[in-house]
C-alpha cells in the first residue's frame, strides 16, 4: 500500500502501525515528536495501536523553543 510521509509518497506493508513506521523512519527522540495523520493529531499513547491505512498522510512535527 502507498502513504505519504513527510510529503513523500513511499510504499509500505499493510497493517504497518504508526510505532513500526516511526521505527522505519529513524525518527529522533520519538519521545518528543507530535505526529499527525490526515491533519489529525495522534495522542502519544495512541502510537501502538494506530494502523496506517492505504492514502494515509503522516508528518513528525518537532516543537522547538527558543528566543533571546
Known sequence: ?????GGD???VKEG?????LIEQENVEMP???TISIND???EAGD???????EGD????L???????
Not at 47 to 53: D, F, G
Not at 57 to 60: G, N, Q
Not at 62 to 68: D, I, P, T, V, W
Open 1 to 5: 500500500m502507498f502513504i505519504t510521509v
Open 9 to 11: 509518497k513511499k510504499e
Open 16 to 20: 504497518l502501525s504508526l510505532e513500526e
Open 31 to 33: 519521545e518528543y515528536v
Open 40 to 42: 489529525e493529531f495522534v
Open 47 to 53: 502510537k501502538a495501536s494506530v494502523v496506517l491505512k
Open 57 to 60: 498522510v503522516v508528518e513528525f
Open 62 to 68: 518537532y516543537f522547538m523553543g527558543g528566543g533571546c
